[in-house]
């Protein structure tokens, strides 16, 4: 009877992940606790089971792909990682975590204009993405683009508060924003 109860249990966690995505309901308690978070320990196991709910695109076909991309990025074959990371944007257009992977890849390899696309893309599919946010931040930082930095980093604080570098950065580029001569 034990084990009957044990794969039925084990089949209803399946079941309820095989649908997880950035629409997944659980992702809106996870939040709620991540928000009140302030050190990065505390958000460690948060950040966790949200990435984990990101990872997952409902297709096995592209949580397949997108397992192949993260190994080929890991061996450095970046043409590889990019072909196996377009095939699942094709397949799964409103899958934010493929957007922001292939984000990460771009500003690897320099492309930050294409990167910074796929960033708003990752936004735009969901808006909590605490990540895309802090490199979108970093992109216009890069670029000297202070205001446009803190905006974005400031998102991603929102969200996220225990990210501790990007802390640091919001209150360098305050300090530097009041310094500024007023007109």
Not at 91 to 108: D, H, I, N, T, W
Not at 132 to 154: F, S
Request: net charge negative; with cysteine.
């Amino acid at each position: 009877m034990r084990i009957w109860i044990f794969l039925f249990s084990f089949c209803l966690l399946l079941a309820g992940s095989a649908n997880a995505d950035q629409r997944d309901p659980r992702l809106a308690s996870l939040f709620n606790q991540l928000a009140k978070t302030r050190t990065a320990v505390d958000a460690a196991a948060l950040t966790t089971q949200i990435f984990d709910l990101w990872r997952n695109s409902g297709s096995d076909t592209a949580d397949l792909l997108m397992v192949r991309a993260q190994a080929s990025a890991a061996q450095q074959d970046e043409d590889t990682t990019l072909k196996l990371l377009n095939a699942v944007a094709q397949m799964k257009p409103g899958f934010a975590e493929v957007y922001f992977q292939r984000a990460s890849l771009y500003l690897r390899t320099d492309s930050t204009e294409e990167a910074a696309g796929d960033l708003a893309k990752a936004v735009a599919l969901e808006p909590r993405d605490f990540r895309a946010h802090a490199l979108l931040g970093k992109i216009a930082d890069d670029a000297g683009q202070a205001a446009a930095a803190l905006a974005a980093y400031r998102r991603a604080l929102a969200l996220n508060p225990a990210m501790e570098g990007i802390a640091r950065r919001v209150g360098e580029l305050s300090e530097i924003e009041m310094a500024k001569p007023t007109l």
